[in-house]
T-cell receptor, first 112, second 113 residues
């Protein structure tokens, strides 16, 4: 089975740095996604990691350790608009293909 | 380029009534997904299509849910009859091939009274 775990809620201050962790136990692994979802809106793609290490994209960075089944999303210079849910999704084999399975999401609240 | 389009955005029905959701994926995306998302939860896969073929439908409650993707483009998800527990957001997503990132529509929010 697939098990993806991330904190339910986090709060941070505008301008600060926040790290959202994701741990996973899946039968097979073919990449990890991070998506951002504002309330009432569609999830939007943030990052994709398939190899170990850090991927940086502007204010957002994502890290992966396959041996530890661990990833984190790092958000720098937080802005109020970063208040959203952040979804970790692991792609793993299913029926000859690869399916992204999502965690429950981490609700990030950024306050002034 | 147009994104994934879903309709209706909102639907309120009484239990035991039927309901249908429609999805138009991004042009050229051969893989289409239907996910269910409950409040405060992540999306859960219901069914995935590769072109016209339905694969990975093990989580689809086949006694009341059905889906189709005619001509490998648009897709429809139907619930008949709806139950109170079906209240949720139904998300459609598409990707180019099996390895591509998923692009989501805005979802169809269903309320069953």
């Amino acid at each position: 089975g697939q098990n993806i775990d991330q904190p339910t809620e986090m709060t941070a201050t505008e301008g600060a740095i926040v790290q959202i962790n994701c741990t996973y136990q899946t039968s097979g692994f073919n990449g990890l996604f991070w998506y951002q979802q504002h309330a009432g809106e569609a999830p939007t793609f943030l990052s994709y990691n398939v190899l170990d290490g850090l991927e940086e994209k502007g204010r957002f960075s994502s890290f992966l350790s396959r041996s530890k089944g661990y990833s984190y999303l790092l958000l720098k210079e937080l802005q109020m608009k970063d208040s959203a849910s952040y979804l970790c999704a692991v792609r793993s084999p299913s029926g000859g293909s690869y399916i992204p399975t999502f965690g429950r999401g981490t609700s990030l609240i950024v306050h002034p | 380029e147009a994104g994934v389009v879903q309709s209706p955005r909102y639907k309120i029905i009484e239990k035991k009534q039927p309901v249908a959701f429609w999805c138009n994926p991004i042009s050229g995306h051969n893989t289409l997904y239907w996910y269910l998302q409950n409040l405060g939860q992540g999306p859960e896969l219901l069914i995935r299509y590769e072109n016209e073929e339905a694969v990975d439908d093990s989580q689809l409650p086949k006694d009341r849910f059905s889906a189709e993707r005619l001509k490998g483009v648009d897709s429809t998800l139907k619930i008949q009859p709806a139950e109170l527990g079906d209240s949720a957001v139904y998300l459609c997503a598409s990707s180019f091939g099996l390895g591509g990132e998923l692009f989501f529509g805005e979802g169809s929010r269903l309320t069953v009274l």
